[in-house]
């Protein structure tokens, strides 16, 4: 912004953006799938520029106004899920916080976020959301064997097909913690990688991860790695179906962590090697299309969580 323009009117400004912003994201198909990504920035700059209560009341401000030209509970989810995570994120800038503080707290906001919009959709329609996606998979599930069926399909097949859609159903719909926790990471990464792009062509310090191949994790994922397998075992084998739910998200939250850390230890030994970038992209290719090499690279990536395998093999050889 031009230093003649005032923080009023750099507020206001910011303000109609986070707006239109909005509308796009609501009303544009496709696109507004990405411009949603975009709404944390106005209010970042904005916390980063004149502080969090600027940055807070712009952003209940732009919810008021989404309220009212879409509807509440829309502009409630995207100004949680995009917004409170903006503000957060310029905190952190005006802290002079360091990359993988300023990350975790946009995470942290994040996921809280998407507890907190859950419970108000839930509380706000009176109905289970969780269930009610299920119920419409299940449904699209039916549809799709019934085609099947007018094909001519053996009803064999489809019979055995139906047996296995209920237990997955049932498996999804315990793995919603996680999912939810998923959706938290991809939203922290559209808002970093957004800011990251944006920040420097205002002139605004956006500091910088550390390398991939330099990311470690902490040991503990390794022991709920463990914990969860237990958990699970327990569950299953004494119907213990709060504990066995319970097991399978921290296993896989977990084994998730893992597989970053095992490709950020693959990148360490690509880069030991000078493994050519073409070759690099091969390789990943071939671990995403195979479910046993990405599982063996989760588990060395938890393994080395505790052993630290670029400490012990890669330390003054270079």
């Given at each position: 912004m031009s230093k003649s323009v005032t923080p009023t009117v750099e507020g206001g400004l910011l303000v109609a953006i986070t707006v239109i912003l909005g509308l796009v994201a609501v009303y544009v198909p496709l696109l507004g799938m990405f411009v949603e990504f975009f709404c944390a920035l106005p209010p970042a700059i904005l916390t980063t520029r004149q502080g969090v209560g600027k940055g807070i009341t712009a952003l209940v401000v732009a919810s008021v106004l989404l309220a009212v030209l879409i509807s509440p509970l829309l502009s409630l989810r995207l100004m949680l899920s995009f917004g409170a995570g903006g503000v957060v994120l310029g905190w952190c800038l005006r802290e002079n916080f360091g990359a993988v503080k300023v990350f975790f707290a946009v995470l942290?906001?994040?996921?809280?976020?998407?507890?907190?919009?859950?419970?108000?959709?839930?509380?706000?329609?009176?109905?289970?959301?969780?269930?009610?996606?299920?119920?419409?998979?299940?449904?699209?599930?039916?549809?799709?064997?019934?085609?099947?069926?007018?094909?001519?399909?053996?009803?064999?097949?489809?019979?055995?097909?139906?047996?296995?859609?209920?237990?997955?159903?049932?498996?999804?719909?315990?793995?919603?913690?996680?999912l939810m926790m998923v959706t938290a990471l991809i939203n922290s990464a559209a808002i970093w990688l957004t800011a990251h792009w944006i920040f420097p062509k205002l002139q605004m310090r956006m500091p910088t991860l550390p390398p991939f191949a330099e990311w470690r994790f902490p040991s503990l994922f390794l022991y709920t790695a463990i914990i969860g397998g237990l958990g699970m075992y327990w569950g299953v084998t004494r119907g213990w179906t709060g504990i066995q739910e319970l097991s399978l998200n921290l296993t896989l939250i977990s084994i998730l962590i893992g597989l970053v850390q095992g490709l950020a230890l693959l990148s360490a030994v690509f880069d030991r090697y000078k493994v050519s970038k073409?070759?690099?992209?091969?390789?990943?290719?071939?671990?995403?299309?195979?479910?046993f090499l990405l599982q063996l690279v989760a588990i060395t990536g938890l393994i080395d969580m505790v052993f630290d395998y670029r400490k012990r093999f890669f330390k003054g050889r270079d």
């Open positions: 942290v906001t994040s996921s809280a976020a998407q507890v907190t919009t859950l419970l108000l959709l839930i509380f706000a329609l009176d109905v289970n959301l969780i269930e009610t996606q299920i119920e419409m998979i299940r449904e699209s599930f039916a549809e799709s064997f019934a085609l099947y069926e007018s094909m001519g399909v053996e009803a064999e097949r489809i019979a055995e097909a139906k047996e296995q859609v209920e237990p997955a159903l049932q498996t999804l719909a315990s793995l919603i913690p996680s073409l070759l690099r992209r091969l390789l990943y290719v071939l671990l995403i299309l195979n479910m």
